[in-house]
């Protein structure tokens, strides 16, 4: 098994390496694919039964060094690819919703780290933390929106605040999925 988490552990860190570093496109999309594979599979030996590795092995130092960044980098292109896969009826709102939530992939990012570092430190109330300021400070903009959004002619593109939340939720679930597989992990 530990093999198995070795091998895991080495394919969720360059899958996210590469999916920061690559441009978008298909090698892109191959390395968020490798990414949430290799932590799928962490994930899923953290839930074994007895699957835990010995605190003695060089290993175990080593998963928190990869997934935090896998947890807090890891989660933008896992969001964007889900985003993408939202916004398939409708393109023009990618760019509607990207030009009303400026900043959103760096708010990401410190939303993911706050997720993980709360939950590492066994403090889940800290979710309700980051998740309140979050909207909190998005509550003008999705507000604004959602006045122009009403007074447009029917038809007309729209979707900034379901975005927003489709975004929110999958980063969330990310990092959170990061921090259960790290505590899995390393008991």
Do not use: N
Not at 85 to 114: C, K, N
Request: glycine share 14%; proline share 5%.
């Amino acid at each position: 098994m530990t093999v198995l988490v070795a091998i895991a552990t080495v394919v969720a860190a360059t899958g996210c390496a590469a999916a920061w570093l690559l441009p978008a496109g298909p090698s892109r999309d191959l390395s968020t694919l490798a990414m949430v594979v290799g932590t799928a599979v962490l994930g899923l030996a953290a839930a074994v039964p007895g699957a835990v590795p010995d605190p003695q092995e060089a290993l175990v130092w080593l998963l928190p060094i990869v997934l935090a960044p896998v947890a807090v980098l890891g989660g933008g292109p896992v969001t964007g690819a889900v985003l993408h896969l939202a916004d398939r009826e409708d393109s023009g709102q990618v760019e509607q919703a990207a030009a009303v939530l400026r900043g959103g992939a760096w708010i990401g990012v410190f939303e993911r780290a706050g997720v993980f570092a709360a939950l590492i430190a066994g403090w889940p109330e800290g979710l309700a933390v980051v998740l309140g300021l979050k909207g909190l400070g998005r509550y003008s903009e999705l507000k604004a929106e959602g006045v122009r959004s009403e007074a447009a002619p029917a038809g007309a593109v729209g979707g900034v605040a379901e975005r927003f939340i489709i975004g929110t939720f999958c980063s969330v679930l990310w990092a959170a999925g990061c921090a259960g597989t790290l505590a899995g992990l390393t008991g």
